[in-house]
């Protein structure tokens, strides 16, 4: 009989400019990784023939009796019950796409897609924080603010395969104008890394008499990476931008405890590496702001992934999640 505990699973995470892919085995250990422009191949079959060029010569050097169960994609709009991607507005490739009757007649493996950020509550689940928790809410704080909500052991797809989009709850009425949705006052425009960076610069708009190390950077110049370690270095308007950013946050997820009452939440993303910074104002903001009933009972920590692996080990993460969920469709 093969031992499946020895047999891999390849991940792809599609981005608008790169794609990374890798394979890795039951442990979450990435064997072999690498990436490619995503947005150098005109079309989807172009892209999957890509795809094969630098992954056939990773798969042949399998060692004998160890078999690739499948692929695991993690694209932008990837719809897990439909096998596509939907109308994604940051890849060249517009419509509805097919992907994994592609991938799979191409490998002749089965595949799998799903949305990024479920990708990588799957992921944390698989090989993460998360492991063992039947209950908990991923949020990824990158360029958007993206979500995987987790109920009873299963990822919430709603429908029709797109639930979970929490970034773009209207947390500010009225507010903020988003970038691309066009939408007011919704999560992602404040705590994202693109919300964060429009806070300080607004912060330097509003309170020009006060100094600040920001104020040595222009304004397209000014990222979140830059407000962090301003604020590290004890700048007070730097401080302000993440007192502000979590309170936001913090208020949020207690929106988003008194819907599902997860075990935890798990913030994932380049913005978690401000660390206290936004892990403490966002704490205080979503205990102040539940019921008692939930208060204190719900764990708020960081992801246990790497986030340079994370992409590759969600995606990978979705193979294993074939067999688990059977309402979730690949590739045939």
Known sequence: MNDTSKNLAIGIDIGGTNTKYGIVNHRGEILQQSEMKTEQFSTPELFVDGLYNVLKPMMDTVPAGTLVEGIGIGAPNGNPFRGTIEYAPNLRWKGVIRLCDLVTKRFNLPSIINNDAKAAAIGEMTYGAARGMKDFIMITLGTGVGSGIVINGHVVYGHDGFAGELGHTTIRPGGRKHWGTGMHGSLECY??????????NEMLDENPKVESLMRQYSREEINSKIVTECAQKGDKLANEVYLFTGQILGEALANFVMFSSPEAIILFGGVIKAGNLIMQPTKENMEKNLLPIY????????????????????????????????????GS
């Open 191 to 200: 705590t994202s890394a693109t919300g964060i960076a429009i806070t300080a």
């Open 295 to 330: 208060q204190n009972k719900i764990k708020l920590i960081f992801s246990e992934l790497k986030e340079a692996d994370a992409a590759i080990l969600g995606a990978s993460a979705l193979v294993w999640e074939i067999a688990k969920n059977k309402t979730i469709v690949s």
